[in-house]
């Protein structure tokens, strides 16, 4: 699936040291000025030079001691740089430019922005001016992921975005989440453009908002956005944002550059927000699936299991019974494979639960039908570890396992634990229950959502109400 973000890093570190070293006087060579920062290490042009003076050594021997012959606390660790470096999105960075002349500064900027380029990587000027942040895609894949992912909801105190794989259409592309609903994708090669949710329905929920549930957000929007809206027409100010959502949809092709179009999302956010919150003012099953997402995909090196995946669909091609369907999360557990797993909120839609175990099962009885499965998991958990989503533990083991199986869980979240007790006895009255699988139950209060859904298991083991 092509070289890792490290190896890329190295590589492209080779390439440019060894332009800059021999292409540049003797000044720079030796002076402690232009140095490339990954996470904690700090690599000097000065050191390679003298190393290869003193050593007699290869350009990429000398580079490559210093990146991968290092004390642990040194390692290269791009999970570091955003945070190190102050910039969102930053794989690694320069430092030292804004000593040199304006000639050869122009000369590292355009010598680093081509060679970068060969590697999907992208270089452009620092906040500080003082050097070159440089981003993992060519795209600036990376920086859009991360921009999303910390957005600040003005009225809500959790990010509701979660970035997940691509699906079975468009393969490359990202998916973008919020509050449940598909919001944009996330352009990943050179040929894709970042894109808007093919779905036009989002402005009619921005025509609902009240000063009593939305105030804070009317006043954030009339505040930042007095003078956009302002030409926009509409006799009052929740139907200008709906016009507004609409014109950005229909009037951009479906395009988008996330990280320069904020107000795009920020009135997505809020219609996907509307969109699925109940008449109670409690948030419904989609929400509630994203938080889970958003909460447990990124997992520490420990854990046993991890989020892969949501609205993965099983193809008719595909399910032995020739009906489609989709579990509603995807989880890799490290001792028992990849988990489907039905989210059932607040005992709705349980008359389906039949159905789902007779389809899922189905489908994790049959060899053919589980390779495939397996193999196209494996090919969205490339760009999840590839852009920073998963650990880089979790998708080495589930690279290194040659098959691993499938299993079915059913995850009840909120609603009264009798009534759940009597569904599963519903499923249990019609089949004999397989092995594989897994029923859970998780209390919740919406007041509390953080930490409910904190306490959710979703691996093997630990689902077994």
């Known amino acids: 699936m092509g070289k890792s973000l490290e190896e890329r890093l190295i590589t492209f570190t080779v390439e440019f040291t060894k332009t800059v070293i021999c292409n540049y006087n003797i000044e720079i060579r030796h002076s402690e000025g232009l140095v490339m920062h990954y996470g904690k290490k700090a690599l000097s042009m000065a050191e390679i030079a003298k190393k290869l003076i003193n050593s007699g050594w290869s350009m990429e021997m000398c580079v490559r001691h210093y990146l991968r012959n290092l004390k642990e606390d040194q390692r290269l660790d791009v999970s570091e740089c955003s945070a190190t470096s102050g910039t969102r999105g930053c794989v690694a960075w320069t430092t030292g430019v804004a000593g040199m002349y304006d000639d050869e500064t122009d000369s590292i900027n355009a010598c680093m922005d081509k060679i970068a380029g060969k590697y999907k990587l992208c270089c452009e000027p620092s906040p500080s001016g003082c050097g070159f942040c440089i981003y993992n895609s060519y795209l600036n894949t990376d920086r859009v992921i991360s921009i999303l992912q910390n957005y600040q909801v003005c009225d809500a105190a959790q990010c509701p975005i979660v970035v997940v794989g691509p699906d079975g259409t468009k393969k490359s592309m990202l998916r973008i989440y919020a509050y449940g609903g598909c919001i944009g994708r996330i352009a990943t090669r050179k040929n894709d453009c970042n894109r808007l949710s093919d779905d036009r329905g989002y402005a009619k929920y921005l025509r609902n908002l009240s000063e009593d549930r939305d105030g804070v957000y009317l006043k954030h929007m009339e505040y930042t956005y007095a003078e956009e809206f302002e030409k926009t027409k509409g006799d009052n100010f929740c139907e200008k944002l709906s016009n507004k959502l609409q014109e950005i949809q229909d009037g951009q092709d479906g395009r988008l550059l996330f990280d320069i179009s904020p107000l795009y999302v920020e009135l997505i956010v809020k219609a996907a927000e509307k969109r699925f919150t109940k008449e109670s003012g409690d948030l419904g099953e989609m929400a509630i699936r994203t938080a889970i997402a958003r909460q447990h995909m990124k997992k520490d ?137 897994r029923f859970a139950y998780f209390p919740y209060d919406d007041t509390d959502s953080k930490n409910c859904i904190g306490n959710i298991k979703l691996d093997y083991a630990s689902m077994k109400e």
């Open 301 to 437: 090196a420990s854990s046993l299991w991890c989020i892969i995946d949501m609205e993965y669909a099983v193809t008719i091609s595909i399910s032995p019974l020739k009906r489609q369907f989709k579990p509603d999360i995807v989880v890799y557990d490290k001792d028992n494979g990849f988990g489907l797993i039905e989210l059932k909120y607040a005992n709705d839609s349980k008359e389906n639960c039949v159905k789902h175990y007779e389809d899922f099962q189905a489908v994790i009885q049959d060899a053919a039908a589980c390779g495939q499965i397996v193999k196209e998991l494996k090919r969205r958990s490339w760009y999840l570890w590839e852009y920073g989503l998963i650990s880089d533990t979790h998708y080495k083991h589930m690279m290194n396992s040659e098959n691993p199986r499938l299993w079915q869980g059913f995850l009840f979240v909120g609603g009264g634990r009798n009534e759940v007790m009597n569904t599963i006895e519903n499923i249990k009255n019609k089949f004999i229950i397989s092995e594989n699988c």
